[in-house]
């Protein structure tokens, strides 16, 4: 069984930094197997969407532009698990954060919540 579970969340002030984690369970990651990874959010009452994604190798990045600059996504293969590094972050940035994965089928993580505010 497949199941992702996000970490790193919480409450920080604008400017501020924090580091969301995504371990990945039920398969291996592997620059050889074909798999996305990204990480999504949802602020409320707004749809969810894409803040940045990573290809198979980990040389390839994609970000919204809203974040260029400022977040990293990364991935450690020997770990299972992917990451967000988020910096300078900005009221606006406040949402549930989410991973994903598709390795043939969509598998998505519970979500966790960042919150940026003074």
């Known amino acids: 069984q497949v199941q992702l579970v996000e970490s790193g969340g919480g409450l920080v002030q604008p400017g501020g930094s924090l580091r969301l984690s995504c371990a990945v369970s039920?398969?291996?990651?592997?620059?050889?197997?074909?798999?996305?990874l990204s990480w999504y959010r949802q602020a409320p009452g707004k749809e969810r969407e894409l803040v940045a994604s990573?290809?198979?190798?980990?040389?390839?990045?994609n970000y919204a532009d809203s974040v260029k600059g400022r977040f990293t996504i990364s991935r450690d293969n020997a770990k299972n698990t992917m990451y967000l590094q988020m910096n300078s972050l900005k009221p606006e940035d406040t949402a549930v954060y989410y991973c994903?994965?598709?390795?043939?089928?969509?598998?998505w993580g519970q979500g966790t919540q960042v919150t940026v505010s003074s």
């Open positions: 990573i290809s198979n190798s980990g040389r390839t990045t």
């Open positions: 994903k994965v598709v390795r043939g089928s969509i598998y």
């Open positions: 039920g398969f291996t990651f592997s620059s050889y197997t074909i798999m996305s």
